[in-house]
Nanobody
Framework: QVQLVESGGGLVQAGGSLRLSCAAS????????TGWFRQAPGKERGFVAA????????YYGDSVKGRFTISRDNARSTVYLQMNSLKPEDTAVYYC????????????????????WGQGTQVTVSS
């Protein structure tokens, strides 16, 4: 199993940037694909970005392409989400999730393929 803890959320003005971190426990983190999802009040949890276990492949939701970048440091058991050009509609609780499902193309954006989840971190973008 793996345990995930998100950090880095906060309040930022539109056009600003934030970097979220997801720290994982366990020595096998490099065998997990990792994704970021978000949920705004009254909405379903939606896909943001995902990265394969070695970091060689990434996948993004249409609404964040070109603005967000996912990366990972397996030596530190941490996944990052760099968020630039933030918009008020990016306001949500952001969750980190992990999966050992193969291949990456199956798990990437599929919320039901991730069995391990963090507690979430709030991101608020003011207009």
């Amino acid at each position: 199993q793996v345990q995930l803890v998100e950090s880095g959320g906060g309040l930022v003005q539109a056009g600003g940037s934030l970097r979220l971190s997801c720290a994982a426990s366990g020595r096998t983190f490099s065998s997990y694909a990792t994704g970021w999802f978000r949920q705004a009040p009254g909405k379903e949890r939606g896909f943001v970005a995902a990265i394969s276990w070695r970091g060689s492949s990434t996948y993004y939701g249409d609404s964040v392409k070109g603005r967000f970048t996912i990366s990972r440091d397996n030596a530190r058991s941490t996944v990052y989400l760099q968020m630039n050009s933030l918009k008020p509609e990016d306001t949500a609780v952001y969750y980190c999730a992990a999966s050992r499902t193969r291949p990456f193309t199956v798990v990437a954006g599929a919320v039901d393929e991730y069995p391990y989840w963090g507690q979430g971190t709030q991101v608020t973008v003011s207009s």
